[in-house]
């Protein structure tokens, strides 16, 4: 099957959905200038940071307790990749999309925020929000859409304790309350599942796609590399998320927006 032929397909199968789910990681957001997190273009393709830790030590649970000042620093070259992006026409397109059908959810591993910015409101941002920040000490919380020139690591301004986003660091529990919306909204089925822009090493991200599998429902991967999911989902688009969702919605005659 040609890219085209996938594309129509992919399409047909929109047509008749009432109920999308869109499982998104940081490849949706590299149409934004953002890079992923390991890959081409990848934002830590080396195997050890200056420290001589890996990328996952620094930003751990436990590093952060020990170190928060080490687990900044690399929270901040984070943040200065998401500063000033902009939703781009994936995003924008299931944004669209959400404003038409009966549901359409996102469950993102992203901490970028830009499916919120693109006016996505079923959101699950599992990993967290980065421009999101609480006091360790006390319950300050605030939102930081540029932490150019903080103190690193940052401090509370009610009481002067450690400031940290509202992400899920590595070592750390994911949010219950957020993976019960998940498993309800699961149960309660959707009509056609999406894999965008995921290296798919998750069982969380993984399994949602294999179960819809196995029960018929059509699943389709855009990604520019081949994953695991490659070979299980029903249609593999070898595309960019922009260029494929912006195909895909012109197949039903609808044009993504160019801004939010």
């Not at 649970?61 to 781009?88: H, M, S």
């Not at 038409?100 to 006016?119: C, K, P, W, Y």
Request: charged share 20%; with cysteine; proline share 5%.
């Amino acid at each position: 099957m040609t890219t085209d032929d996938t594309i129509s397909a992919v399409a047909r199968h929109l047509a008749q959905a009432r109920r999308i789910l869109f499982i998104t990681g940081a490849g949706i957001s590299a149409d934004s200038g953002l890079p992923t997190y390991r890959g081409v273009g990848g934002l830590y393709d080396s195997d050890l940071t200056a420290e001589g830790l890996s990328i996952e030590e620094v930003l751990s649970g436990e590093v952060f307790a020990l170190r928060p000042d080490l687990t900044w620093k690399y929270l901040i070259q984070i943040e200065e990749n998401c500063r000033g992006a902009q939703p781009n026409a994936a995003h924008r397109a299931i944004a669209l999309l959400g404003r038409h059908l009966e549901r359409v959810m996102v469950f993102t591993q992203n901490v970028d925020g830009l499916h919120r910015a693109a006016g996505s409101a079923d959101i699950i941002e599992i990993h967290g929000n980065l421009q999101a920040l609480m006091c360790t000490v006390c319950d300050h919380e605030e939102t930081a859409d540029d932490m150019s020139g903080r103190e690193i690591p940052p401090r509370c301004p009610a009481c002067g304790g450690v400031l940290r986003p509202k992400v899920v660091l590595f070592g750390e529990a994911l949010p219950e309350d957020e993976l019960e919306r998940f498993i309800i909204a699961l149960q309660e089925g959707f009509d056609i599942v999406f894999s965008i822009g995921t290296s798919s090493v998750f069982p969380y991200i993984v399994q949602p796609v294999v179960y819809a599998a196995s029960a018929g429902i059509p699943t389709v991967e855009i990604n520019p590399a081949r994953t695991q999911l490659t070979d299980i989902v029903d249609y593999y688009l070898p595309l960019g998320a922009a260029e494929a969702m912006t195909r895909i919605l012109g197949e039903l005659g609808m044009d993504v927006p160019e801004n939010v």
